[in-house]
């Protein structure tokens, strides 16, 4: 009973915010369906991983309770970076200022070590997206950090390694940032290659820097569409979050 009113009390606080600010929009780039969801540069951003105990929040109900207990509910979230099987992350992951995983420069198989890999991170409350080695090398205070892979778009140039007639199609999302700072999370309702979504980010939403975050575990909740995905176990998670009124 509680959690059915917690839902429902959730759910119209963000669709409230949602009506006011409208985030979330569906998309159609060369016949392939997308939901975007763009936010301002002063939107509060968090990256998640566990509850005070340390437990891996896992979905986002533990996330949207936890939230609460807070006095703040979610407005959108979406899976936030690749994950070992007991959902720690695979690359760097900072939370309140604090490194919790170190950055990852290692080899290996899969598309988190597509080459060039990269960041999304917050700081100052301001969200950025950079390719891995230049996040080393320029050191930016983050507040909040994530690192997956590959990188989508980088410094206007699509991945080297993207193919536009690759028959490799998949759900994917990702997250980009556009020059005026705006932050926009998009998730694939169709399969698309790497090729056409990173495409999406540079020439339809102007973001010079993109990143992807998974593919078959895509997920996202999304309350003033009433979108809400509990198909797989989460590690880290990016969310725009909202104040309950007092």
Not at 30 to 52: E, K, M, Q
Not at 113 to 142: C, D, W
Not at 223 to 246: K, W
């Amino acid at each position: 009973m509680f959690f059915l009113l917690f839902s429902i009390i959730i759910s119209a606080c963000s669709i409230s915010h949602a009506a006011e600010t409208g985030p979330c929009r569906e998309l159609i780039r060369d016949g392939t369906r997308y939901t975007v969801c763009s936010f301002a540069p002063d939107a509060t951003l968090r990256i998640y991983h566990s509850d005070p105990t340390g437990t891996p929040f896992g979905n986002f109900d533990s996330l949207s309770l936890q939230l609460w207990k807070e006095r703040h509910y979610p407005v959108f979230a979406m899976n936030g970076g690749m994950y070992h099987d007991d959902l720690s992350p695979v690359g760097l992951f900072v939370e309140n200022g604090i490194e919790r995983q170190p950055i990852s420069t290692r080899a290996g198989w899969g598309n988190f070590h597509l080459l060039p890999n990269g960041v999304f991170y917050v700081a100052s409350g301001k969200p950025g997206v950079m390719e891995t080695q230049a996040y080393i090398r320029e050191k930016p205070k983050a507040d909040y950090a994530t690192q997956s892979g590959p990188m989508l778009v980088i410094d206007g140039k699509l991945h080297p390694r993207f193919l536009p007639d690759s028959d490799s199609l998949k759900i994917r999302n990702g997250v980009g940032v556009d020059a005026a700072g705006r932050v926009h999370f998009v998730i694939s309702k169709d399969p698309v290659s790497f090729y056409a979504f990173a495409s999406l980010f540079r020439d339809e939403l102007g973001c010079d820097n993109a990143l992807y975050l998974d593919g078959t575990i895509s997920s996202a909740l999304i309350p003033s569409m009433g979108r809400r995905d509990r198909f797989f176990p989460l590690g880290p998670i990016i969310a725009v979050i909202g104040t309950v009124p007092q």
